[in-house]
């Protein structure tokens, strides 16, 4: 009569089958390496739908933010993210081409999120949003990786924001100080200057580490920021993640937090880091046609409540970390549709970042550049990191300009008399010497210091 059931051994009877030179406790790690290297089975599902860029699949268990792998009809795997459920239904999002896909094809769960290599091989580089290289300079050799998603920042260990940031732009220094660490919008419409004025920043930003992460932007833009911006130079201490706005929606997604992951790194090497993304908005509609194209409802104006989330959780990754890291001072483009500063992505923007600074076409048309409407830009760490001088000229400038501003209709069709209001008669004796020291040329440098000494002194005279 025979059993299936296994045979005990006594403690003797194993005993005597080990080897003599060799104790128990070695004999059981070699048998736990066997059962770690014995390859797990994978339940591979197949392709039932597909719409728009929404691909639906059934039969595999896979977990939100997973890589799955779809054969193609010419055998070829194509990458693609997890981004649904429901039931027993999977809804994916390709990272790359869906050319070649049909009903039925194979989809192959990986197991694993998505990951970037990180290290010092990755200054002077362009990258994708994948963090593989498109300069033409050869594979990147890193020996570390980072999940994209990254665990949130205890708010009691970040370091508070104490030490201004020379960003060599004078009416940024002196008017809208910057501090290291802080977090700042570039708010305007289309064709003002938000990505010149980010140019300017790059190069004459002191900061260790440079991260430039372009967004969904026109791919022409790339190679020019590259070469024109920042130059051989700037390149060799900066890293460049662009996904052009012909990307796929889940890997412009990708792009803003694989820049922001680099930043992170680099950040926890105790580096002072400086994060330029543009845009921001570019991820937010990103993430809008992910989450329609899998049927979350749209909330304001067309914009569902999952772009509202994922906003800051990407912004907060930024900033000061603890003692034993550095710093990184992020500058987000924001395009306010049609001009419209009350956008929801506008708004949302302006109530988690630190600080934002307003580009206007009425002074760009002008000849005002940069074109940064002091009135409506702020910076809110401005008291912790001036001096009370510093702010009192700050203060006095901003009262002449707003005067001149409240009254310009009547100063322009010469209705006001000169002499009737001893402010206003100031404001308008100050204006063009305030026009000339917020203006400056797209290649001059001017430092922290010589732009406070020229506001104080301008405010004395």
Do not use: W
Request: aromatic fraction near 4%; glycine fraction near 10%.
């Amino acid at each position: 009569m025979t059993t299936d059931e296994p045979t005990l051994l006594s403690d003797k009877q194993l005993g005597d089958q080990l080897p003599n030179d060799k104790k128990l406790s070695e004999f059981i790690k070699q048998y736990a390496q066997k059962v770690t290297n014995v390859n797990t089975i994978v339940v591979e599902g197949r392709l039932t739908r597909m719409i728009g860029m929404t691909l639906e699949a059934v039969g595999c268990s896979v977990n939100i933010g997973e890589r799955c792998q779809i054969e193609t009809n010419t055998g070829q795997l194509e990458e693609a993210e997890v981004v649904g459920f429901s039931e027993d239904k999977i809804y994916l999002m390709p990272i790359g081409s869906i050319h070649g896909l049909g009903p039925g094809a194979r989809v192959i769960p990986s197991g694993r999120a998505a990951e970037i290599p990180v290290g010092n091989a990755l200054l002077g580089r362009v990258l994708d949003g994948q963090g593989r290289p498109i300069d033409g300079k050869g594979p990147i050799h890193c020996a570390t990786t980072r999940s994209l998603a990254a665990e949130p920042i205890n708010p009691l260990n970040r370091m508070p924001v104490v030490e201004p940031l020379d960003v060599g732009v004078r009416s940024i220094n002196s008017v809208l100080t910057v501090g290291r660490g802080q977090r700042m919008g570039l708010m305007a419409g289309s064709g003002v200057g938000k990505s010149v004025l980010l140019g300017m920043m790059t190069r004459f930003t002191e900061a260790e580490i440079i991260v430039v992460g372009l967004i969904g932007e026109r791919g022409r833009e790339v190679k020019e920021f590259i070469e024109q911006i920042l130059g051989e130079e700037g390149l060799d201490r900066a890293v460049v993640v662009a996904v052009p706005a012909d990307n796929s929606p889940l890997m412009r997604i990708q792009g803003a937090m694989a820049a922001t992951t680099i930043a992170e790194y680099f950040r926890d090497q105790g580096k002072n880091v400086l994060l330029l993304m543009d845009s921001l908005t570019r991820f937010c509609q990103a993430q809008r046609e992910v989450a329609l194209a899998i049927g979350e409802p749209p909330a304001t104006k067309g914009y569902p409540p999952s772009v509202f989330a994922r906003l800051p959780q990407l912004v907060e990754r930024a900033g000061n970390g603890s003692e034993t890291q550095g710093s990184i001072t992020a500058f987000y483009t924001v395009l306010a549709e049609g001009d419209d500063q009350q956008d929801p992505i506008v708004d949302a923007s302006r109530a988690i970042l630190d600080g934002h600074i307003v580009l206007t076409r009425e002074l760009a048309d002008s000849g005002h550049y940069p074109a940064i409407d002091i009135e409506s830009s702020v910076s809110r760490v401005i008291n912790q990191i001036t001096s009370d001088s510093h702010r009192d000229a700050i203060g006095q400038l901003k009262y002449l300009y707003s005067s001149y501003q409240q009254n310009k209709d009547l100063i322009t069709v010469g209705a006001y008399q000169k002499g009737t209001d001893p402010l206003i008669d100031d404001a308008i004796d100050s204006m063009p010497r305030i026009r000339s020291f917020l203006c400056q040329n797209l290649n001059e440098k001017v430092d922290m210091e010589d732009s406070i000494g020229e506001l104080q002194q301008m405010m004395t005279q």
